[in-house]
């Protein structure tokens, strides 16, 4: 059974740096895609980050120059590094990743991980 666990969230002011992880785990052939969306209060889950397996990356445009996206491949995890934080970056942060479990490629998520900015 594949899962995705999220770690790093937390409470942080603005201006200030949070940096998150999330471990695929279980029966993995290969992966793909991993990405990091969030969701705020009220709003759609949006796309903040994405990495391909060989390392090309895309940003929503309100993060670009302040979030980084990485990945360890070995370690079948994906990084969220986000500097700078805004308040309206608070939200409930989700990674999510297209892997082959060795049936078919399908999308995976993890269980969230809140991130609020406040002073």
């Known amino acids: 059974q594949v899962q995705l666990v999220e770690s790093g969230g937390g409470l942080v002011q603005p201006g200030g740096s949070l940096r998150l992880s999330c471990a695929a785990s279980g029966s993995i052939f290969s992966i793909y895609t991993m990405g990091w969306y969030r969701q705020a209060p009220g709003k759609q889950r949006e796309l903040v980050a994405a990495i391909t397996s060989d390392g090309s990356t895309d940003y929503a445009d309100n993060v670009k120059g302040r979030f980084t996206i990485s990945r360890d491949n070995a370690k079948s995890t994906v990084y969220l590094q986000m500097n700078s934080l805004k308040p309206e970056d608070t939200a409930v942060y989700y990674c999510?990743?297209?892997?082959?479990?060795?049936?078919?490629?399908?999308?995976?998520w993890g269980q969230g991980t809140q991130v609020t900015v406040s002073s």
């Open positions: 999510n990743a297209a892997l082959d479990p060795g049936i078919t490629i399908a999308v995976y």
